[in-house]
């Protein structure tokens, strides 16, 4: 083919630019470590690209949020530690001042201890976080979850556990709020509770009871009087439905109807009344206040005496109720601390995966740039010299 | 005699075609680099011979014409070539801008956004931290921010186009004129009757159509006296005979910062024929505007519509720091509507976006026809979406956006109609206190404290804020409403109303404990919040409703807002906020790869009809060096041709003496 001069000239430059820009964008590439620079270079890659992006931020996120999480139930669980240790001191402490054999002095030195233990306790359910918000408010934090009024003990935050969201489509309770911890332990035996008449006269003292078919039970109120007639006889008076339980219920043999089963020992005087009530929940600042109080009253009658052996008892088995509470939630608490972990796991691996089919779409092989890189060089170099050499030739020269 | 005298006259006639062809040469030669130069060469012919008795006698020769080695298939291909490298070339540069600017992590939308949903995340994790509330804020402001230099970065695109615009249309009248001058003076050149053409003349018209080719894609047509009429679009002649036309630069009759290609049909009227443009620079600027710029600043700013609609939404269903219901959060500007410069009514439109998950990238046309009837085009495939009907708005509701009217039209009135794209420009924030972000949820549930049973009361969601039970008095449910059970019949309850006390609600309704209660839906309270009861609720239990107040430590609704950022609710509920974006990206992406590979190729193609081009026409120095040589050599022989017949003159002279 005829070549003309400028042609020649033309499609060296030509071919020098096509060198050079391959040259500078693996020159890029290297630089950059990226394969894709910009969108165009691989539309489809940028935009599963984008999206990956999104998904490996949003995942770092849950981890973020998991971390939150964890802090949190941690704080949590030691403070639920601590009131566990409370609680079985407490319970200790009371056994001990459960025996007969107590004096008055040593139930009111008792006393003294378990309300400093009431105190802190107050003061752990009381507590704050680093940025001052109660941990125990739920969604109320800038109330003090808990306080006393002279009479009872009560809690002004509410029932909002805060989630938190520790992967897709799933949150996680970060927080429980106060009632669910401290005001929501379960009474007497869950379904019913039984008491005495402050105004009972006798000794008779009425047991915690035991359900005897759960399928008859009620929950209604209902109140047993000794009515001495005939023949020494109880009588049952369901409150809720204002009607007498059917008898009769002699003495001595336990009192079962409507699936609850109790057991009245001593001598109950002829007028004295026990009561029977659906278990609801109580607060385990009421149990201890309660135990403190039966402390700190004086044996001072046989009446009297059964009725504090009856609050002592009580307060024990309220005890062992809201240690078996804590140790519940104590439980959930690691429960959701296990999952914590699991779902970091998954979290993690998924973040892997995420970030290694980017790099699969993304990333340069270095390997296979650098040899273009060489064999690009070489075609340039190669380009300017053959150019040089052939531009000196022309028949001009040896025309003279 | 006659001898000496002949080959005096016929050395004559080679010293002149030997001069005539060096002189070819040395023009060739001087041009060599002249872009458009065709190469020329000489057609040489012998004078006509004497007869005489020895047969015919040669007169020498004499140069007949000079021609240039010219291919028109050639040419023609190289203006077609031309006209696509330099489509291909413009465009590929401004989309290269675009495509650059959107998918980086500094100038793109994407990082802006997913730091944005990060901080709400933040939030969420700590709902009382004023640092973290502050971090939301600075976060939404700079993704604000972010659809603004996006969008101002577009608009100085489109000022590009417009100002590349106003300087190509001189530029290419300019060649017009040339051409219709050089037309004239080629018509007009002697000899080319008889086939002489003036060959620089030629190739400087020819040369001329490539440069304007550049800017637009053009046909010409030979005419029979040697002009050349140039066409663009479908046929609108900028040069015809000696004459040329001017194209010119007319404001968008909807929208006058938009600058349109017209052309002059008379001193006074011009019509515009921008859509008629195609190829070359200014067919690549047009281009570039209607399949980039626009839809990519509309598509923004439907993110942004989007954004604000569905993030206020949610986030006036929350309660702030302050016990408030939460306000917007975000806002935007209306939606944009240009009258036709030339309405004659005086009917006035707004467009106001009903449904963000509707809405479309297009820009629309409402016209009036001649039975004042409204119709609505869609732009991007011209579509009819709604219409002709006899009023505005259309009912129902087209696009995602309602239209509504003042005044009469006048038939032929016209209005384009650009929903989305303000999006992104007016763009706002409307909360600029940390205690506003609206985290909490404003209903609670609580379960009463001397509850028997087991049931639980939980937060189904908030859906509307706006009833008289948030609105009658602030921070306060009117009425307060309580869950009660009967004290004696199970699984039976009363809805009543706590605050202000008045008649139950509902009474005696039945409790199901395997799928429990839905508080409002179940009993059709009609109220704007959803509490579900779940498990087993004793006798006489008791689940009271209120509104949330001093529920600062609440995240409820911080962690819907959350979960904004995996919602669909963009393009029919197909596409994130962040799908709807690398949409974009892809749109651009794919175009400025497409435009990448065409524009290769037409280089490809320019270089190839260069080439052939230049191997037909171009000049070889070589070449012309040993035709120098070649002529150099004849002129000397000629010479030597006139000095034999001299001596042969002087040797008859001297026999003579």
Do not use: C, W
């Amino acid at each position: 083919m005829r070549i003309s001069s400028r042609q020649y000239t033309l499609n060296f430059i030509n071919n020098l630019h096509d060198q050079q820009s391959k040259l500078a964008r693996t020159g890029e590439q290297m630089a950059t470590g990226k394969r894709v620079i910009t969108p165009s270079d691989d539309p489809v890659a940028a935009t599963r690209i984008l999206s990956l992006k999104e998904s490996i931020g949003l995942t770092e996120q849950y981890g973020q949020n998991g971390t939150y999480v964890r802090n949190r139930l941690q704080t949590e669980e030691s403070m639920l530690e601590g009131v566990t240790n409370l609680l079985q001191r407490s319970r200790e402490l009371t056994i001990a001042a459960a025996s007969a054999s107590m004096s008055d002095q040593d139930r009111i030195s008792t006393a003294t201890e378990i309300r400093a233990r009431l105190e802190s306790l107050m003061g752990i359910a009381n507590s704050q976080d680093a940025n001052g918000e109660y941990m125990f408010s739920g969604s109320k934090g800038d109330i003090k979850p808990f306080s006393f009024d002279g009479v009872n003990y009560l809690y002004n935050g509410d029932d909002t556990a805060r989630d938190l969201q520790i992967g897709p489509n799933y949150n996680m309770t970060q927080a429980d709020p106060g009632s669910e911890v401290f005001m929501r332990i379960t009474e007497g035996n869950g379904r019913f509770f039984t008491d005495y008449n402050p105004a009972n006269t006798g000794s008779g003292r009425i047991n915690e009871g035991q359900i005897s078919n759960i399928t008859l039970l009620t929950d209604h109120d209902y109140t047993i009087t000794y009515t001495g007639i005939p023949a020494n006889e109880f009588a049952v008076f369901d409150n809720s439905l204002g009607a007498a339980v059917p008898g009769p219920f002699p003495q001595g043999a336990p009192i079962v109807f409507d699936g609850i089963e109790v057991n009245v020992g001593g001598a109950p005087a002829i007028g004295d009344q026990f009561t029977v009530e659906p278990s609801s929940s109580q607060s385990v600042f009421a149990t201890l206040d309660r135990l403190i109080q039966t402390l700190e009253t004086p044996k001072t009658s046989a009446a009297n005496t059964a009725k504090i052996a009856f609050d002592m008892d009580k307060s024990i088995i309220e005890l062992d109720n809201a240690l078996d509470h804590i140790l519940d939630i104590r439980g959930r608490v690691g429960g959701r601390l296990n999952t914590l972990d699991g779902q970091d796991y998954i979290n993690e691996d998924m973040k892997i995966q995420l970030k290694s089919t980017m790099s699969s779409l993304e990333d340069l092989d270095y390997a296979e740039a650098v040899g273009r890189h060489d064999l690009q060089l070489v075609g340039l170099q190669a380009a300017q010299q053959t150019y040089t050499r052939a531009q000196g030739l022309s028949l001009f020269n040896y025309i003279n | 005699m006659a001898l000496t005298g002949d080959a005096l006259r016929t050395g004559i006639s080679g010293l002149l075609m030997s001069q005539r062809n060096i002189s070819v040469v040395s023009h060739n030669v001087t041009n060599v680099n002249l872009e458009g130069y065709s190469r020329q060469r000489t057609d040489m012919l012998t004078n006509n011979p004497s007869y005489s008795s020895a047969g015919y006698i040669g007169n020498g020769g004499y140069v007949a014409n000079t021609y240039r080695a010219y291919d028109t298939f050639l040419q023609r291909q190289l203006v077609e070539n031309t006209s696509s490298s330099d489509y291909y070339n413009t465009f590929h540069n401004y989309a290269l801008q675009m495509d650059n600017m959107l998918a980086d992590p500094n100038s793109g939308l994407s990082p802006a956004l997913e730091s944005f949903f990060a901080a709400n995340q933040g939030v969420a994790n700590d709902p009382t931290s004023v640092p973290a509330r502050e971090v939301l804020l600075t976060n939404a402001e700079s993704m604000v921010q972010r659809f603004g230099i996006i969008y101002n970065r577009m608009d100085s695109l489109r000022d590009s186009v417009n100002l590349e615009m106003s300087n190509i249309v001189p530029e290419v009248n300019s060649i017009a004129r040339e051409i219709a001058a050089l037309n004239e003076s080629i018509a007009g050149s002697p000899g080319r009757a008889r086939g002489i053409l003036p060959n620089d003349l030629l190739d400087r018209r020819d040369q001329l159509i490539v440069e304007i080719s550049k800017y637009v894609d053009v046909q010409t047509l030979e005419q029979p006296n040697g002009s050349l009429n140039v066409y663009v679009g479908n046929g609108q002649a900028v040069v015809n005979d000696f004459n040329s036309y001017d194209l010119t630069i007319e404001v968008n009759k909807y929208d006058t910062s938009i600058l349109e290609i017209g052309y002059q049909t008379s001193a006074t009227s011009s019509a515009n024929v921008s859509s008629l443009i195609t190829g070359g620079r200014l067919g690549a600027l047009l281009d570039l505007r209607s399949d980039i710029i626009d839809p990519i600043q509309n598509s923004l700013g439907r993110i942004a519509y989007a954004v604000t609609d569905t993030y206020n939404s949610q986030h006036r269903l929350g309660m702030d720091l302050n016990s408030q219901l939460g306000q917007d959060f975000f806002s935007t500007g209306p939606s944009e509507v240009f009258p036709a410069l030339d309405n004659l009514g005086a009917a006035t439109v707004t467009a106001t976006i009903t449904d963000t998950n509707l809405l479309t990238d297009s820009d629309y046309l409402l016209t009036v026809d001649a039975g004042l009837n409204y119709s609505l085009t869609r732009l991007s495939d011209n579509a009819l979406v709604a219409g002709p009907a006899a009023a505005i708005p259309f009912v129902p509701d087209v696009e995602g956006f309602t239209l509504t009217g003042v005044g009469a039209p006048v038939a032929g009135d016209s209005f384009m109609i650009r929903p989305t794209r303000a999006g992104a420009r007016t763009m706002g924030m409307v909360i600029d206190n940390t205690s506003e972000v609206a985290a909490a949820t404003p209903v609670r549930a609580e379960v009463n404290l001397n509850n028997i049973g087991t049931g639980t009361a939980s937060m189904t969601g908030v859906f509307d804020t706006t009833g008289l039970e948030f609105t009658t008095t602030a921070q306060t449910l009117t009425p307060e409403i309580a869950v009660v059970f009967d004290p004696l019949n199970p699984n039976q309850y009363d809805v009543i109303q706590v605050n202000p006390i008045g008649p139950n609600l509902v009474t005696g309704a039945i409790y199901n404990p395997t799928t429990g209660l839905d508080v409002v839906a179940d009993n059709g309270l009609g109220f704007g919040y959803e509490i579900h009861i779940d498990g087993d609720p004793g006798l006489g239990d008791r689940f009271d409703i209120s509104y949330n107040l001093q529920g600062i430590s609440d995240n409820g609704n911080m962690l819907e807002l959350s979960g904004l950022q995996s919602t669909k609710n963009m393009l029919g509920s197909t596409a994130t906020y962040n799908d709807s974006y690398s949409s974009i990206i892809t749109k651009v992406g794919t175009r400025t790869h497409q435009a990448d590979i065409a524009k290769r190729a037409q280089e490809t193609l320019l270089r190839q009809s260069q080439n052939a081009r230049e191997s037909v026409s171009g000049v070889n120095l070589d070449e012309e060096a040993a035709d120098m040589l070649r002529f150099q050599q004849a002129y000397q022989a000629a010479a030597q041709v006139i000095s034999s017949a001299d001596e042969l003159f002087d040797v008859l002279i001297a026999a003579a003496r």
